[in-house]
């Protein structure tokens, strides 16, 4: 009777040696949105190894069965190392420092060992971030996050997220699109370029981008006229549970 198999991945510092994993081949990684508790089928390669990371969060824990996966080890950076010799379609669980655990419908095949970048909705985990946003009075908290993100760094507990689904409706006749995203336990930041369409100045202001769920609008330069063609960078904080789709 084949058994499930559950690894706690302790931290390991891979070095590339004679006999030691070889890490998948330099690529772009492939981000799959997942939400937690989701299952997504991903071809894997059967003849190199596999890179498995969870955007914001670390995995902690590989569920399989028994002679599925042929090696797996956690990288220093959170992410996991999977090899397997499957020739047939086979499920494993993932679980997170966050308290994630997301579903691995693998389908193997020979080719180049893939890297996999799983994006989930964080908002609401994370402890360390918890803390750091409730250590001060909420205007406080707004405050001190602008200032963090102008000054390059972040607050315990944040992380970056790649870019997936991040709208923002600008004014008319400006255009908005994200380009970074970073995520606490129940606040989100997203950076928008907002570009003038439109043949004439615009008058610009804060206010011309709330909406339902912002709680803070930043510029990152001060700013009142926007040229024809030009462009600026616009922050929007926002409460987690605005952060899927449009606002």
């Known amino acids: 009777m084949r058994r499930n198999k559950r690894h706690s991945l302790p931290a390991l510092l891979l070095f590339v040696c004679g006999y030691g994993i070889a890490a998948p081949q330099a690529q772009n990684a492939t981000v799959v949105p997942l939400a937690n508790g989701g299952q997504a089928s991903i071809a894997l390669s059967n003849t190199d190894p ?9 995995v902690t824990a590989l569920t399989s069965l028994d002679g599925e996966l042929t090696r797996q080890e956690q990288t220093a950076s959170g992410g996991v190392i999977v090899s397997t010799l499957n020739k047939k379609p086979f499920t494993f669980i993932l679980e997170t420092e966050r308290g994630l655990n ?18 989930s909705e964080l908002s609401g985990t994370g402890e360390k971030a918890a803390g750091w946003e409730t250590s001060s009075p909420y205007e406080a908290t ?21 870019v997936t689904r991040e709208m923002l409706t600008p004014p008319p006749g400006l255009q908005a699109g994200a380009e970074r995203v970073w995520i606490g336990n129940h606040l989100k930041v997203v950076r928008y370029r907002v570009t003038n369409r439109t043949t004439s100045a615009r008058n610009v202001s804060e206010s011309d981008f709330w909406q339902n769920g912002i709680r803070a609008v930043m510029f990152a330069e001060p700013a009142r006229t926007l040229m024809a063609g030009g462009a600026m960078q616009v922050y929007i904080i926002s409460s987690g549970e605005t952060s899927r789709g449009q606002y």
């Open 50 to 58: 596999n890179l498995f990371t969870v955007a914001g969060d670390r």
């Open 142 to 162: 707004l405050v001190s996050l602008s200032q963090h993100l102008m000054g390059g760094t972040l607050p315990e507990g944040w992380y970056e997220l790649p």
């Open 102 to 119: 997301f579903s691995v419908r693998a389908v193997p095949r020979a080719g180049a060992g893939r890297t996999v970048r799983l994006v």
